[in-house]
């Protein structure tokens, strides 16, 4: 549903706003993920093209041409307004990159996302997330940018950014009762983020229970698993088989990949339309989707702390199944010897009559 669809809604149809605000620090790589998602697509979702969902109307920059900053349809800005002065109702608010601290500098701001209309002066994201969470059904971060601070927050950085739950507080808990849902990736998977929002909706629409999470305001199908229990090479490893160049098929854990700890679904989902993601094509994984990322995985491509006695022992253990198994391939890798012209029957059949 477009702006001005949701403006001249009938008011038996409630409609379900989703305010995407994309101003925090951040590359809006999760806004252009979002537009290679298939399962399912971003329009399967505004258009209403999935059963039991609600009207959607989406205020997301980088589709809303409808909207101008001050002309169109409607003036994008004013919808962020209608939703403060509680004007909205349902909204999920989604954010896109971290929330620098505003409170650490004499003048200026970090960031910002359109004006005051009282002041004319530029209104702080920070101050928006101050507006609009108590107000809305459901918040959601997308990115690791968003969730956990990103980049941007990694030591050293001057602006004091940390994530949407560092900010709001891990504890908080919208007016429905929701906690912060946290997608991270960076950039994130195109159908983990599409698949929560779908999730999202259902839950708004009374059609789904509470949304599962884990202990990082992750959703657990999504992110239960490491990168090296989905990996195709995980079998490397456990054969002590180590890749020591790219390009190799080898397990890429000696190149510095952190997959066997990093809760993340790329290997199983692939990345657009299941092809692609990190190890899948070759690629080491750097815990871009933990909250620790990125300063408890660097330096990146070298190896992990902990796998230099993995691999070692994985290497020894690895030896022995290697021998184990080729001696069971040379027995299993032969056909039954009675598989044979002749006169005799020789398969040990025994007739019964």
Known sequence: MTASEAHDAQPDEPVVHILWINAGLSCDGDSVALTAATQPSIEDIVLGALPGLPKIAVHWPLIDFECGPEQGADTFIEWFHKADRG??????LVVEGSIPNEAIKPEGYWCGFGNNPATGQPMTTSEWLDRLAPKATAVLAVGTCATYGG????????????GVRDYLGWDWTSKAGLPIVNVPGCPITPDNLSETILYLLYQVAGQAPMIPLDDAGRPEWLFGKTVHEGCDRAGYYEQGEFATEYGSPLCLVKLGCWGPVVKCNVPKRG???GLGGCPNVGGICIGCTMPGFPDKFMPFMDEPPGAKFSTTASGLYGGVIRTLRRITVKTTDTEPKWRRPGRELTTGYRPSW
């Open 271 to 273: 990345w657009m339309n």
């Open 151 to 162: 980049i941007h927050a990694m030591a050293g950085n001057p602006t004091g950014a940390m």
């Open 87 to 92: 004007e909205l109702e349902p909204f999920v």
